[in-house]
């Protein structure tokens, strides 16, 4: 969820550049039930209107994926190029923003003005089209911020790594480079997109039944490396799942994806044989809705997969989606389908690996390294090669503030944290909202009411139900039976007047709870009190 | 967790005995709270008057954990090595079970015979001591179950592979070999625990501060490898975590363990220069509660890790721990500590890769493979690997019973399932129970509570409590103001003698939260009713 800011100016009254706007992705573990995860932008909407402008360096979901939800705090133009502006534009209007704030700019050398910054767009190769770097310059220097990258001079699909532009841009310095950190631990150089087709032409051509090939949607060069392959295997494309198809028509009409093989429709593709074909679908991840876990589930909109045939996952499983990868392998294998997965023959990073770090460094030549993307051990790891190669690097963490123009001093710990879009509403991570979410599922939830008259005697008994929760095997009214008798027992023991205070009835009846559930079922249960006071007419 | 049964005889009248007793560990993905997971034994427990015996093959967790849980339900002797029957047995005393069941064998060619069968335990190296095949001689022929198992000629502690062995075993025909699949995707060769010292020595004699190692606390090879490369890199041992000493403890009293390095109490530690110390840590995979974890985050019983200390991690990460074992990773690069992770130079792995497969099959020739541990697409490679190596060899799934005596036929098809231990209660996987705490953990909870009279009329209103909810931030008495009032108008609109159903009641109310939640905060709760019926006295 990358969010960088950038200010110029005197204190207090900097004027402010934000570059991308990005979500991350909630899991069980940390985030049960939430939509998306960004970053909280409380410290720049507090100065928004000192914020001149929002620069998207590309269209992945982790750089752009909270502009609409986010404009409504930030409201400043929207700068990017066309591509991202087409998706941009899209997320505008699904949250009800105007996507006439999205402005389309072109590559370096133009550039646009906003405050003191001025601003361009240096095309840079990386797994989407029209990634770009930015060159910002300010009075007191010029500052070259990476975005995600590789060094790729043959991408297939957009413009190649250019490195006597990156000398050129250099060549009056560069008092900051701020650079992608991702595969910083990764020691072979990096290769290229084009190293591709011929391996996977072969796999298409050698595969028997029919082929179904899946990556990032976004990624449109491999979308046509692996559509030309199956085209050279004698194979016919069929694209199913939403995002790919959008993604291919947004590259088509942007002008960026040009020469894509023909595509056919999913419902002409039922006479083609079953070797002649060649799916793309969503769902590299193991997204459970996507084409691919449907695929292996069973069918996908008329489309089943059979013994003999072959999946290919081109792609890497992001750490953290092993589990959901690997249930679509198994479901596969249980069909006879043959599943390709981790070889680096069919798939390449769209991140510069360490070597090409250094390329990078070495054509910027820049006075100061500040590693972005990636976790405090990639930012560190990025610190000590840059160092190892002679360079002065800082690591700025999450909310750190460093004054480049002051020796890369650490001038401001901002508070930032998360914020979760759940269901329709932005909650702060650390509200206790999903922290609730999870106790309920770790724990289980006792639900207890009570009725209490105004004599602070308890009408009725009370109910007590727990959900989510073993039953208690020997009780002859099971669990609910022992904590309404033990919550019932507790609260008549009870000293006068305490049912008179809402607080003390909640805290007897929680220790009620805990102590039957504890021993009859091991468990500590979340307990919530509903008191319902009669009062008399 | 694994879990085989072997049977013979006249059907519906076999006798059969039990090989490992295992669990899995549970995820927040798919059973968040609970304790274990571990195979339901009910086929088996339904015939338990004819389960001769249990065989624990060695004594990690996914093979023996869910002994003394299911002991209850197997009753039946337990034969083990010494290493194996310490584990056992404690594990039997735990669980409040007799530890005198568990009965010690030694090696082939002893054996046991319990009823058809004669089972002889053979030394086969992994990655804990005693770990081993099994021979099954039935009067139909002879099984070869593997256990878990890698070929290393120099294990470093414990009993070499032994291919001679194997070939005497194998000289009068194997029926069916039974092998482990874990490793079957990797291509390469093994590579022996003794391939490990010079590395490893080096490393900590190069390293400038303290080192702190982690790995499995059962591999006490690898402990002893890394304690004996801390010593001859001139450092001083201590041990952190009880898991890893009792292991230690455990490996000693049963002779396996030998030569052990002398360690160093921690409390003894403190007067020893840092760049003298090598720690051994529990929880190479990111438990949150082990020290590693803990060091991690601060201390651990006083231990602090700095700049420039290093943490190793002699492990792999299991699928699924990534990103617990990458928290730590950057907790430590916070502290400057410099972690090295997922380096081949510094582990091996405990099972036979794809050449070690067929070696061993080459060892049995036998007649039949039936592939185990993994997944289904293990399993299916290994058939596809066996097959290709012109052997005969099938599937055999979770319940899935196969006649080895019959052309490997499948024989029946079983209901097998999960058990969750939750709490203290064993509980079916599918009994709904952590499928509601799934449904809490992403929907939230909506909590109603209502007073009836013997007039079907409400009284004093409606009581509705969100949890786990975001508020409703334009509404004046917020999400629960909302519920109630849509809740007590639902009701009061329903029709005469609707409120006399428990039923109706329910569902009117959950259509007014849903409705009231969908278009508040955009979301479904689960939603409990509570509903008090006043009876006139």
């Known amino acids: 969820m990358n969010m960088y800011l950038y200010g110029y100016g005197p204190k207090n009254n900097e004027k402010f550049i934000l570059v991308d706007v990005g979500v991350a992705f909630p899991d069980m573990e940390s985030s049960p039930g939430v939509d998306l995860i960004m970053a909280d932008p409380t410290y720049i909407t507090d100065r928004a209107d000192r914020l001149e402008g929002i620069f998207i360096t590309h269209a992945h979901e982790d750089h752009i994926g909270a502009l609409g939800h986010l404009f409504p705090r930030l409201q400043a133009p929207i700068y990017c190029r066309a591509f991202t502006a087409a998706i941009a534009r899209n997320k505008m209007e699904r949250a009800g923003q105007d996507p006439e704030m999205v402005r389309e700019i072109g590559v370096w050398p133009e550039t646009v003005e906003v405050g003191p910054f001025e601003v361009g767009f240096v095309p840079i190769s990386h797994s989407i089209p029209e990634a770009s770097a930015l060159v910002i310059d300010t009075p007191a220097g010029r500052i070259f911020h990476s975005g995600d990258f590789k060094i790729d001079t043959d991408p297939v699909v957009g413009e190649a790594f250019d490195a006597k532009l990156m000398q050129e841009i250099a060549a009056d310095g560069i008092m900051a480079f701020v650079c992608d950190s991702t595969n910083v631990f990764s020691p072979e150089p990096g290769r290229s997109e084009s190293s591709l087709p011929p391996a996977i032409t072969q796999m298409m051509r050698e595969a028997t039944g029919m082929v179904v090939a899946t990556t ?86 008329g489309l089943e997969m059979k013994d003999g045939d072959t999946f290919l996952f081109s792609s890497k499983t992001i750490p953290g989606n092993e589990i959901g990868v690997g249930r679509i392998h198994n479901m596969f294998a249980q069909k006879g389908v043959n599943v390709v997965s981790g070889d680096d023959r069919y798939h390449v990073s769209g991140h510069a690996n360490r070597p090409d770090l250094l390329e990078l460094q070495r054509l910027l030549n820049p006075d100061l390294v500040i590693p972005m993307h990636g976790e405090y051990r990639h930012l560190r790891e990025h610190v000590i090669l840059s160092e190892g190669n002679g360079r002065k690097a800082v690591i700025a963490s999450n909310g750190v503030m460093i004054d480049i123009t002051n020796d890369a001093k650490i001038v401001e710990n901002i508070d930032t944290g998360r914020l979760y879009l759940d269901g329709t509403v932005l909650i702060g991570a650390l509200d206790g909202i999903v922290r609730q979410r999870l106790q309920f599922a770790m724990r289980g939830h006792v639900v207890v009411s009570l009725m209490i008259d105004d004599d602070q005697g308890l009408i009725d008994g009370v109910w007590a139900e727990g959900h989510g929760l073993p039953d208690a095997r020997n009780a002859k009214n099971g669990l609910d039976g022992l904590l309404e008798e033990a919550i019932e027992n507790d609260l008549r023991k009870a000293k006068r007047g305490a049912l008179s205070d809402d607080e003390a009835v909640e805290m007897i009846v929680s220790r009620a709870s805990n102590r039957v559930c504890k021993t009859a079922i091991g468990k500590k249960p979340v307990c919530t009190v509903l008191i319902n006071r009669m009062v008399a007419e």
């Open 216 to 301: 990032f949607g976004s990624n449109v060069a491999r979308l046509k490396t692996l559509a030309q392959a199956a085209v050279d295997a004698g194979r016919s494309v069929v694209v199913v799942g939403r995002a790919m198809s959008t993604m291919i028509n947004t590259g088509q009409s942007t002008g960026v994806l040009t020469d894509f093989p023909p595509i056919v429709d999913l419902e002409d593709s039922k006479d083609i044989p079953r070797d002649q074909l060649m799916v793309l679908a969503t769902g590299s991840q193991g997204e459970r809705r996507a084409a691919s876990a449907q695929l292996a589930q069973g069918k996908y909109r």
